[in-house]
């Protein structure tokens, strides 16, 4: 990414800065939650799952989870929902957060991920979101119902784009009770 006429060189604390801004923005703000969810807390969740579904996947992938919605500190966290409405000319937002992640970290390769790679940053979202959902309704909060139920559809239309790891993580989430894992030397009372 070249820099506009008159911009400096960004220092390293301000793109250190940048990053951790960019972790820091709130997640879910249409929706009242009991939780905090943030970005970095959702990229953590998904390189997570990263490294138990494929521990050996490639830099591209791992730096495009950690980067995929930095840009949100600039332009906020738009809801899903006026994507899919057509509310948002989403070409021209995914040009804006190519151009934010290129101005701020020097280092980023905007090369897209192939298809392949997209698929797995595409449905490890899906996931992490659905699972804070699980987490949200464990906590007694009924108002992500209406997201569980956005996720099952969409899931089920994308089954076959999504990368078989992903999928049975997903239906072996579903298939859950999704409670709290007991405390260690307590497994017994279980």
Not at 83 to 106: H, I, M, Q, S
């Amino acid at each position: 990414m070249h820099r506009m006429a008159g911009e400096k060189n960004l220092e390293l604390w301000e793109q250190v800065k940048y990053v951790r801004e960019g972790g820091d923005v709130k997640r879910l703000h249409t929706i009242p939650i009991i939780k905090s969810y943030s970005v970095g807390q959702h990229c953590f969740n998904m390189l997570g799952m990263l490294r138990i579904l494929r521990p050996k996947a490639p830099a591209e992938l791992i730096w495009a989870i950690l980067e995929h919605d930095l840009p949100e500190r600039m332009i906020g966290d738009m809801p899903s929902p006026a994507k899919w409405f057509g509310l948002l000319d989403t070409a021209a937002v995914d040009a804006v957060e190519e151009e934010l992640n290129g101005r701020y970290l020097p280092q980023y390769n905007a090369t897209p991920l192939d298809e392949y790679e997209k698929s797995w940053l595409d449905a490890l979202d899906m996931i992490e979101l659905y699972c804070f959902c699980l987490d949200e309704v464990m906590l007694g909060n009924k108002n992500v119902s209406t997201i569980i139920s956005n996720i099952h559809h969409i899931f089920e239309e994308l089954l076959k784009s999504y990368p078989a790891e992903c999928v049975m993580l997903f239906k072996s989430i579903q298939g859950s009770t999704w409670e709290i894992l007991p405390d260690i030397g307590l497994e017994h009372l279980r």
